[in-house]
């Protein structure tokens, strides 16, 4: 357990959390799975004010592990706890449990087939100046292909939280892959979640944006530019990319034109070939954009001009559909 002291008027947690408002959401739903009586711990690889697990730490030093730089020795540990009869929930950053972790994932986690919850934070290109071997763009693709692995791509803090929360009675482990804790809100506090269903919110006979995570909310934006426009322009959220929610985009695919995934990684092996693979199987109706970085590693720079440059914001799936319909 944690030998360290951590004050909460350090200003590191107020400067990081004035920021970061999104942060405190891991730590609350942690909270509310500690107050219905589940056997949870939590622990990461020296980042807890990076994550925020900090908080949980302050009010739960009991049930909280810091284990320093040693992100793989971390999911070991964690599958170890399972054993022991508790849900250990461990994070770091994406670009290290997602590639450096595989193998701890791949045989100690998932091939045990342990109530393990990995969450890796800071996803894609949110560490920006941080640069390759910080930016995870390949996580979704890893985790994906790895058997009997849950993928949830949360869209903003509250959403999180109540994922969280329903992990409570899902029996395999779950790969939670969250961004810096400064995604605009689009669900309020008490949403609800269910493992496997997309959330159409929009619903679009030109265009549909079917997006995860940080994509989300700029997709929405997206298409209120375009329907403001006079196009047709839906959004579906898919937070579960494995296993996806297959008849919400046969669905999708089925009333309108174009559909285009938007995430925040590769469109090799993530969310947009999720997507490819159901419409391959099932013929027809929509075709099919994938958005996101197209094969190549990542430039350095702040995250707002990165999102801007690879056109992950509004204005960019703004023009990435109109170039489409075109």
């Given amino acids: 357990m944690s030998t360290v002291a951590l004050e909460p008027g350090s200003w590191q947690y107020r400067a990081l959390n004035a920021l970061n408002p999104g ?8 909270d509310d799975l500690v107050a219905a009586g589940e056997p949870v711990v939590a622990g990461t690889a020296d980042l807890s004010y990076s994550n925020g697990l900090v908080s949980f ?13 040693s992100e793989q020795h971390m999911v070991s540990a964690a599958a170890g706890m399972a054993t022991a009869g508790v849900t250990p929930f461990v994070a770091t950053f994406a670009s290290f449990l997602g590639l450096l972790c595989c193998e701890q994932i791949r045989m100690d986690v998932a091939y045990t087939k342990l109530p393990v919850r990995l969450i890796g934070h800071h996803t894609g290109i949110a560490l920006g100046f941080y640069g390759t071997s910080h930016h995870a763009t390949e996580d979704i693709s890893t985790m994906r292909a790895i058997a009997g692995l849950t993928v949830v791509s949360p869209a903003d803090g509250p959403q999180l939280r109540a994922a969280i929360r329903a992990s409570a009675s899902w029996p395999e482990p779950i790969y939670f892959r969250i961004s810096r804790g400064r995604d605009p809100q689009i669900y309020d506090d008490d949403t609800v979640f269910e493992f496997g269903k997309g959330i159409e919110h929009e619903r679009g006979t030109d265009v549909t944006f079917v997006a995860c995570g940080t994509l ?19 959004v579906v959220d898919m937070p579960t990319i494995k296993p996806l929610d297959v008849e919400l985009v046969r669905a999708v695919a089925g009333r309108t034109g174009i559909l285009i995934t938007a995430e925040e990684h590769n469109i090799l092996g993530g969310l947009g070939s999720a997507v490819a693979e159901v419409l391959a199987e099932n013929p027809g109706g929509a075709r099919l954009v994938r958005h996101g970085i197209h094969d190549e590693f990542s430039l350095i720079a702040p995250p707002t001009h990165l999102y801007a440059h690879y056109r992950l914001d509004a204005a960019g799936l703004e023009a990435v559909a109109r170039e489409a319909l075109a």
């Fill in 216 to 234: 989300v909310h700029p997709a929405l934006e997206a298409a209120a530019r375009l329907r403001a426009a006079g196009i047709s322009a839906g």
């Fill in 57 to 69: 730490e302050q009010k739960h030093p009991e049930r909280f592990v810091q284990f320093g730089i």
């Fill in 23 to 30: 942060l405190d959401y891991l730590s609350k739903g942690l």
